[in-house]
């Protein structure tokens, strides 16, 4: 996984808790009339799993949109626009003044990613160029001519995750090359935006291998809410925490990050905590019980150390994680994971870059709240839209209803 080396700066966390407490209101737990669900009516389960989650979660059945879309993981960006956005943004249209959609849940049978489409004049003229060097006998290394390639690669990449760019179905005016900055995302303060919230709507996908993980998914969800989540969070760094007040940033700041994810939840006094902090990761058998995860970093391997809690929630830092939630044989972590019976994951449809991932510091601290659901913990946390990333789960599920962390209390 590569890091751009101009990203938009993360402020300090304690700054972000401190702006969190003078606004008890940013934001309001979310509710069922404010999610409407969509179904691909070319796939049967894809509706019949939808009146089931709608039932269960009792979802207004006005809240529905139905879509005739291809049934494959990728589309294309015209498929995208024609028969993805247009009709949602359609609904959007109609609604009644003053009936407010907070939230998309995206079911099984919707694609899960949007193809790149070809590449631009310059981008392959750079790429032949680059190519030349390295056939070349001069021995020169192309090192200023790698780093511009990376930056147009970033600049022209139009690949996104369909729930990426579905959160910006308000708006139709913006670049679709690279990422767009998230509003809802607490670690940019109060900078000026592109977009402010009410041009966003969170995004949440109910998919999985098959139909019947699906369904496993909204019931695990809803029955871990009742008794609040139970089991052993593992927390899996890389490198000892760093101690001070150093300044981080890429991968060191992520890793730190996990570090003090596992401070808050310990100090939540939710579940016991058990911390990795070496590049050996957690091996078959070695995480029983496990509730909550965050760790880092093997890409496209999944290591089977999970026996995974009904409603477990975790995520997986590494590249393309989420490529794939059906392919036979793929080894990617969101489809083992939920295989093997995780409630909610997060991943990537492509390379996204170490920063675009949910600050696992800012995502666990809001998940342990009881007044906030899994879908705002991820917008909450999540820096860029637009982009490559992918919640998985029920975005009303709240793991700790009642069992948490009073609100107000995240120093």
Not at 55 to 70: D, F, G, H, S
Not at 139 to 160: H, I, M, S, T, Y
Not at 363 to 378: D, G, K, P, V
């Amino acid at each position: 996984m590569r890091r751009l080396k101009k990203l938009w700066p993360i402020i300090c966390l304690p700054a972000v808790w401190a702006m969190w407490g003078e606004n008890p209101t940013l934001c309001m737990a979310l509710e069922p009339g404010e999610v409407t669900v969509v179904v691909n009516e070319k796939v049967p389960e894809s509706l019949s799993l939808a009146k089931y989650y709608m039932k269960q979660r009792r979802i207004p059945p006005e809240n529905l949109i139905r879509l005739r879309v291809t049934d494959d993981e990728a589309c294309s960006r015209e498929t995208y626009e024609k028969e993805i956005a247009l009709p949602v943004r359609r609904y959007f249209g109609s609604l009644c003044p003053g009936w407010r959609i907070r939230c998309l849940v995206m079911m099984y049978g919707i694609p899960l990613k949007i193809r790149p489409g070809a590449m631009t004049r310059k981008q392959r003229e750079l790429e032949n160029e680059l190519e030349q060097l390295r056939e070349s006998a001069s021995g020169n290394r192309p090192e200023r001519l790698e780093k511009k390639l990376a930056r147009v690669r970033q600049q022209n990449d139009r690949q996104a995750a369909v729930d990426s760019e579905i959160a910006l179905v308000l708006k139709q005016a913006y670049p679709l090359g690279g990422w767009i900055p998230n509003p809802y995302f607490i670690g940019f303060g109060n900078r000026k935006m592109r977009f402010g919230r009410a041009d966003v709507v969170m995004v949440s996908r109910l998919d999985g291998p098959s139909g019947e993980i699906v369904r496993r998914v909204i019931d695990d969800s809803i029955a871990a809410e009742k008794e609040g989540l139970r089991g052993t969070a593992y927390f899996d760094a890389r490198w000892p925490k760093v101690e001070g007040n150093k300044k981080l940033s890429g991968y060191r700041l992520y890793d730190q990050s996990i570090h003090l994810a596992a401070e808050r939840v310990e100090k939540a006094r939710l579940m016991p905590v058990i911390t990795e902090d070496t590049g050996r990761l957690f091996q078959a058998g070695e995480a029983p019980g496990a509730a909550l995860y965050c760790g880092w970093y093997s890409l496209g391997r999944y290591i089977d150390a999970f026996d995974w809690q009904r409603g477990a929630i975790g995520y997986h830092i590494a590249s393309s994680e989420c490529e794939t939630l059906k392919r036979k044989g793929s080894r990617v972590w969101c489809k083992r994971m939920l295989e093997d019976g995780i409630a909610a994951t997060i991943g990537p449809v492509g390379e996204p870059y170490v920063s675009a991932f949910p600050v696992p510091e800012m995502f666990f601290t809001l998940l342990i709240r009881e007044n906030i659901t899994l879908a705002e913990s991820y917008f909450l946390s999540t820096p860029f839209l637009s982009w490559k990333m992918v919640l998985i789960g029920d975005p009303l599920y709240r793991p700790f209803t009642g069992k948490g962390i009073a609100p107000g209390s995240a120093e």
